[in-house]
């Protein structure tokens, strides 16, 4: 075992391995899962790890788990890292992968995170998976409740698009709808688990179990890049949990002589909903809660990250990265590239492709980089947004000679 206990960000408190925490219990603040790191290093070959059947639980070793009887997983992690010539060119860049989390098994991001949470769920003996959620996390965690044989309670905001909640709903989960936007139905549902009210093992914001499923993304991608980290990986940000692991799982590969350098990781965000952005671009060290204002980028409509965008400002600066907002229409200009290569993501996924666009524009990223976005959801996950850009033809034929006549009408 080379999952050693968790560290306070704030103070610095250890904790035990066993111990089932969400925030420190000294000043509630966030943890950080620990490793032997020496061990790891000593004791495993990167090469063979890579050799094992695909999936997050490949790396089994950087997970914080106890008992591998208790992993739950949907064969989730993995997806495709395509090479986007034609999205490179229009963007400005000599290089851009897309890494897609479209082929999780429900479709988004969340599922590389999930997994853990329900595997440390049921290592603690829970019955009862629960999350606040935009929609993505609900699906995950009904999946993986219902994967798990567990129950799943889930709240999102009343305005969560339908093909989410469907999702959620037909894996067997329960589902409160509430009024408000997500900052407030998160700080609802953090006061409601913090209280000790109800015995459900939470998935959301404040699992530092959950957190590190998300380190995967930066094994993954050094693996195919041939250990060698990208100049620069770009990755739509909500509370930015994805950033703040991504970054340490490079971080980890580098400190075990695995990784040849460092990316600077880059968080774009909605710019109606920017509070990350507007931190970094601040100079400030402390993410200030803003009023959410309309976009099509459903998944990213978090106005106060709390302790989560701190981390995430910060790794991003330690980074060398940068952070902006992007507007609905560039996001749909986005949409509409990542089509051009057969990629049908989701708004709050295809922001990662206008955020280096704008950046390469703006002078801020330059086209000699080689860049991998990762989009984050299906197109099924917010169906109605795309499919209110395109037309389906009202004209029908019925016979073999209309057929014809509307082929050749097509030249």
Known sequence: MYFTGFRCFECGKLYRPDEDLLLCPACHNLLDATYDYDA???????????????????WREFMPVLDDAAIVSLGEGDGPMLRCDRIAKAVGVRELWVKSDANNPTGSLKDRSITVSATKAVEFGYKILS???????ASSVAAYA????????????????????????????RVIRVRGHYSQINAMYRK?????????????????FRYEGKKSYAYEIAQHLGWRAPDRVVHPANGGMSIVKAWKGFGELKRIGW????????????????????AVLAGANIVTPVEKGPTIASALAGADPGLLGNRAVASIRESGGTALGVSDAETLEAMQLLASEGLFIEPSGAVAIAGIK????EGKASPDERVVCVVTGSGFKDFDQIASQVRIPEETVGSYEELLAAAQALG
């Not at 790891?40 to 490949?58: E, F, Q, S, T």
């Not at 889930?154 to 999702?167: G, L």
């Not at 409601?192 to 530092?208: E, R």
């Not at 704008?358 to 524009?361: E, F, G, H, I, K």
Request: charged share 20%; hydrophobic share 40%.
């Open 40 to 58: 790891i290093g000593r004791d495993l070959d990167r090469d063979a790890i890579a050799a094992r059947p695909h999936g997050v639980w490949r």
């Open 131 to 137: 999350c606040d959620s935009t929609g993505n996390k």
């Open 146 to 173: 219902a994967r798990a044989g567990l129950d799943s309670v889930v709240f999102c905001p009343d305005d969560t698009p339908v093909p989410k909640v469907t999702q959620a709903l037909y894996f067997g989960a």
């Open 192 to 208: 409601l688990i913090h209280s000790g009210a109800v015995k459900w093992y939470d998935c959301g914001t404040d699992n530092p």
């Open 259 to 278: 990784l040849e350098g460092l990316p600077k990781m880059t968080g774009v965000q909605a710019a109606n909903c920017a509070p990350i952005a507007k």
């Open 358 to 361: 704008r950046l390469v524009a």
